[in-house]
Each structure stands twice: as structure tokens, then as C-alpha cells.
């Protein structure tokens, strides 16, 4: 500490003691005093302040009184009331699947493809009949009729005419896979193009939306969380406005000016990072948006320019199918066939040989036919049959998947029928706690962000798992598919309670709750504010309060929150209001 003037001036007096007189010392002594007891002033007033600062600051409310309405909070999933299970004969291929999960079906939908016989077993019966058709042919040109030139002469024709169908078909036959081909692409290029057409759309309305700031239609899917993110940030605007408004209120009437000003400063530094936050991601997304729309648009040029050759090249196709051929080939043969044996029938007398080759070609024959039946049955099988929907709902799982053989009693999908509606399963509550419930009591959905759903409750079952338990059974109707996953508020009576508390005044487990109590001391300082532990007992809650007993009165002060940890007994400081 520095020494002042005077006191300078009496310690160098003090070497001068025999100069100096008695009523000096008696004022210098007065002069001393007086200096140290405004010393230890100045020390009194900085040391409670200094204290003070060190304590805990502590944001209080009173103990109030009234009503309180009591909720149970439970999750449940939801149930079709009604579904049915779409059954395909077993041993059948999946050729396409039309439907996923949680698609919406109307009754005659497609909803898969599928064929009884592989294409493998298909192919094997057609080589073995194109085989057994070509030795029949090779054998039916080896016959020679003699002697009767009329008769060969018309043969000959015959075989020609066949030869020229058998040609004709066998081009057709190796041309045919690349025509199937082409008409598949073509077919696959249109479903392409009008879903790339239907997702530039969509992203084309996305974007609209994103430059209007109005998402009020966009797809979720599209914008991610912009809708957000632009919420927050609208908020913080409002915010931040309020603040600028009450502090220029402030400056103009010069009280709380600070305070006013430091909350417009935050204010505006969380508008800012709301802001930033908002117009990043919604750049990233629009780029994105923009990108994808960009390729799509590019690959539908693509497909309608090979859509517009495949049409060109195919328009004016007047070419004979391979089995209108194969049909002539057929019809030909019998021509021939009729001619040989007319003209054996007519001969009187025929070598053994002669006999024998009509023998065999008859029996080639049938055999042949027995080949032809098989083919065209099995290839009946393997034409594609569609498994349509018997009702309007919304596809709940699907069971199969592409080139699988469906199993024989296993659904190969599930779908929900919308009328019949929804339920929810609240299983093992408490029977103490739904005493108040009543059916037709509707529960709120927290999660219910849309708000286009409800839950009414429409029958309490017992529990299986004890006669103390109890099964909530809601009725659910909006949009919701089966799974959905609610999360559900139910209101069970109200009271009216002489002590209730915020949720965050109360410590501790809910087995031994207490809360911390606001006391003050008097001291020639100053009022002193200590914490001090009180037990209670919890009778009620919502989702803000407390309903309590246990020696809290309405008035009294419980701490809600500190700036550091608060022990029972500790002092405290109260936060500036």
C-alpha cells in the first residue's frame, strides 16, 4: 500500500521526538486512526464483492398451486387392422417385381410378372423338336417316287417350295433373337424416359421452391432438411428484430441500454449463424438439384433419339414372323407328305424298301407331333402371367425378389387394406396409472410433425403379462403406414395440487427426489442466500411440471438452474432480474 503525505510527514517527525510537543502527537495519533479506519472500509466493501462473484448465480421460481393434468408417454408401432397375403402358385419364377414397400395399390394393379417353366427346360424342348424336325425333313426329301412322272413332278415342286419355307424360316429363327432384342430396348427406353421425365419434374418443382423459400409441397426427399433450417432461421430473424426494437426502445429511454444491446448483439450473431447455416446447405442442395436435373435432362435426349430410330427402322416392318413360317413350313410338309403317300397308295406294287420308308416316315411323323405338343405346351407355361392386386391398400413387405422360384404356401406379398384402417398396441401399462382413461379419449402424437394423424383410444384389454397391467388399444387414422413407429401422450385426469414446481427445480432419482430451497440471513452486510436440501414426494407430472408434498409452500423459492453445482448449504447468488 503507498504511504500518503501525512503519514510521510509523521515518520520523519517521529526521528524528531524531543522537538516535538504533546498536542502534535495527539494529532497525529487522530491522523493515524482516522486513515486506518477508512482502510479497512474500503477493504469491507471490496470483499463482499469479491465474494460475491465467487458464488453460484442461481435462477429461482416460486412454488405455486393449482391444477395439473396428468399424461403417460408410451411409443407403439403401427398395425393394419386387416391385410392380405398375395399367394403364387409354387414352383413359378419371379420374371419383375412392379411394387415396393410402402407403395399405395389400387385393386387390379400388377404386381409381379411370373412363368411356371425355365428357360432352360424351354430350350432343351426346343432343340430337341427342331432336331427331330430336320431329320424328318431330311428324310422326307430322300423319298423317291419312280415311274410316275406327274406325280414326281409334283413332289419335286413340293420339295422345293419346302425347301425355299424352310429357308425362309430358319432366317427368320436366327433374326428373331435380335428383333426380341430391339423391342426390349425400346420397351425398357420408354420406361426410362418416363421416369427420368417424372423426377425432372419433381426437381424442377423443388427448385421453385427452394427460390421461393416455400416448401410447403416440396418433396422430403429433394430438400433434406432445408425446411428446417429456413425455420430457424425465420425465427432467429423474428428474434433478432425484437431485440433491435427493444434495444433502440432502451437507447431512447437510457435504461437498460447494455442489457438491450447484448441481447440484440446475440440475437443477431444466432440470426447470422442461422442464416449462414440456411443459405449454404440450400446453394448445395439447389447445385445438386440443378446437376441432377442437368443429367437427367441429358440421358431423355439420348433415349428419344434411339426411341425415334428404333421407330424408323421398325414402323413399316411387314416381315414374316418365325412362327407364320414355321406354320407353312408345316402346312408344306403335310402337302408333301399327302403327295408321297397318294402316290404309294396308287402304286399296285412297291419294294419292301419303299414300304419301309412309308413306315417310318409315319412313325417319324407322330413322333415328331408328340415333339411339337410338348414344345407348344411348355412354351404356354413359360408365357409371362401377371399377379394383380384384389384391393386398394398400401404394399406392407415384399417377400420375393427377381429370377427367384416362389415358394410354395409363402406369401410372396403383404398389403394392407386402407379402409379397414390402423391400430396401435400399447402393451404392459400400469392398471394405477389409466384409472382416469376412458375410451374414446384421443392422445396426443408428439412425433405427429404434420399433424395429419390421430389416436383415439377405442378399447383397454388386459394384460397377459399380469392382472396389475393393462393393453391401450388406439385406433389410428391419417397418413400412417403399417411400422410407422408414434410416439403418444396420453391424457389420464387432472388434480388440483397445493405444490407445484418446474421439472427442473427437482434433483436427485425419482425414488428420493428433493429440491433445493432459496433461505436468507441477514448480516450488517447484506441479506445472505443459501441452498438449502428439502425431501418431497412427486404426486403428479406433465411435461413442465411437478406436482409435490413433503413441507413446500406455495411462495416458497426453488432453485431451477446455476451457474456451477450447488450442494446443500452452499451460498448462492441470486441472478439479476
Not at 75 to 99: C, L
Request: proline content about 2%; some cysteine.
Amino acid at each position: 500500500m503507498n504511504e500518503t503525505k501525512e503519514v510521510k510527514d509523521i515518520l520523519a517527525e517521529k526521528d524528531e521526538k524531543e522537538k516535538m510537543s504533546p498536542a502534535r502527537r495527539r494529532e497525529l495519533i487522530k491522523t493515524l486512526i482516522i486513515i486506518f479506519l477508512s482502510i479497512m472500509l474500503v477493504l469491507t466493501f471490496f470483499s463482499n464483492t469479491i465474494m460475491n462473484k465467487s458464488l453460484a448465480e442461481i435462477t429461482t421460481e416460486s412454488v405455486g398451486s393449482g391444477k395439473l393434468v396428468e399424461r403417460i408417454k408410451q411409443t407403439g408401432y403401427v398395425e393394419s387392422n386387416q391385410n392380405y397375403e398375395v399367394m403364387i402358385d409354387g414352383g413359378r419364377t419371379i420374371e419383375s417385381v412392379k411394387i415396393k414397400s410402402g407403395q399405395e395399390v389400387k385393386k387390379g394393379d400388377v404386381l409381379f410378372t411370373v412363368n411356371t417353366v425355365s428357360n432352360e427346360a424351354l430350350e432343351t424342348a426346343e432343340e430337341n423338336l427342331e432336331a427331330a424336325k430336320l431329320a424328318y425333313e431330311k428324310n422326307l426329301l430322300k423319298v423317291e417316287p419312280a415311274d410316275y412322272t406327274k406325280d414326281n413332278q409334283k413332289i419335286r415342286i413340293l420339295r422345293d417350295e419346302l425347301n425355299t419355307l424352310i429357308s425362309k424360316r430358319d432366317a427368320a429363327k436366327a433374326n428373331e433373337g435380335n428383333v426380341a432384342a430391339a423391342k426390349e430396348a425400346f420397351k425398357n427406353n420408354s420406361a426410362e424416359q418416363k421416369k427420368l421425365e417424372n423426377e425432372v419434374a419433381n426437381i424442377s418443382e423443388a427448385v421453385r421452391a427452394i427460390d421461393a423459400d416455400d416448401y410447403s409441397e416440396a418433396s422430403i426427399e429433394l430438400i433434406g432438411d432445408l425446411a428446417s433450417l429456413y425455420t430457424a432461421y425465420s425465427n432467429a430473424e423474428g428474434k433478432y428484430t425484437a431485440a433491435r426494437e427493444a434495444y433502440e426502445k432502451a437507447g431512447e429511454s437510457g435504461e437498460g441500454a447494455e442489457r438491450a444491446k447484448a441481447d440484440a448483439d446475440a440475437a443477431e450473431a444466432d440470426r447470422n449463424t442461422a442464416k449462414d447455416a440456411y443459405e449454404q446447405s440450400k446453394k448445395t442442395i439447389r447445385d445438386g438439384l440443378v446437376s441432377r436435373m442437368s443429367e437427367a435432362s441429358s440421358r431423355i435426349d439420348e433415349l428419344k433419339a434411339a426411341i425415334e430410330e428404333y421407330n424408323s427402322e421398325h414402323s413399316g416392318e411387314k416381315e414374316e414372323s418365325y412362327e407364320s413360317l414355321a406354320e407353312s413350313v408345316k402346312t408344306k410338309q403335310n402337302e408333301l407328305e399327302e403327295a408321297i403317300i397318294d402316290l404309294d397308295k396308287t402304286k399296285k406294287t412297291n419294294s419292301k424298301t419303299e414300304q419301309s420308308e412309308a413306315l417310318d416316315l409315319q412313325a417319324e411323323k407322330k413322333a415328331l407331333d408328340k415333339l411339337q405338343e410338348k414344345y407348344d405346351k411348355l412354351k404356354a407355361d413359360s408365357e409371362s402371367t401377371e399377379i394383380k392386386s384384389k384391393y386398394d391398400g398400401v404394399v406392407s413387405s415384399v417377400n420375393v425378389k427377381l429370377d427367384e422360384k416362389v415358394t410354395e404356401g409363402s406369401p410372396a406379398a403383404v398389403i394392407d387394406i386402407i379402409d379397414e384402417g390402423y391400430t396401435i398396441r400399447l402393451e404392459d401399462i400400469d392398471a394405477e396409472k389409466i384409472k382416469k382413461i376412458k375410451v374414446g379419449a384421443e392422445a396426443e402424437i408428439t412425433n405427429n410433425y404434420r399433424g395429419d394423424v390421430s389416436a383415439v383410444l377405442k378399447e383397454i384389454k388386459n394384460s397377459t403379462s399380469g392382472s396389475r397391467k393393462k393393453t391401450l388399444v388406439f385406433s389410428v387414422t391419417g397418413e400412417v403406414n403399417s411400422g410407422d413407429r408414434l410416439e403418444l401422450s396420453i391424457p389420464c385426469g387432472s388434480g388440483t395440487y397445493d405444490a407445484i414446481i418446474p421439472r427442473s427445480a427437482l434433483c436427485g432419482p425419482l425414488s428420493e427426489p428433493y429440491v433445493l430451497v432459496v433461505s436468507s440471513k441477514n448480516t450488517p452486510l447484506g441479506n445472505r442466500y443459501y441452498a438449502e436440501k428439502l425431501s418431497v414426494n412427486v404426486e403428479a407430472e406433465d411435461e413442465i411440471s411437478y406436482a409435490v408434498s413433503g413441507g413446500l409452500n406455495r411462495g416458497d423459492y426453488v432453485i431451477t438452474a446455476a451457474s456451477k453445482l450447488v450442494e446443500p448449504g452452499d451460498q448462492v447468488r441470486m441472478k439479476d432480474k
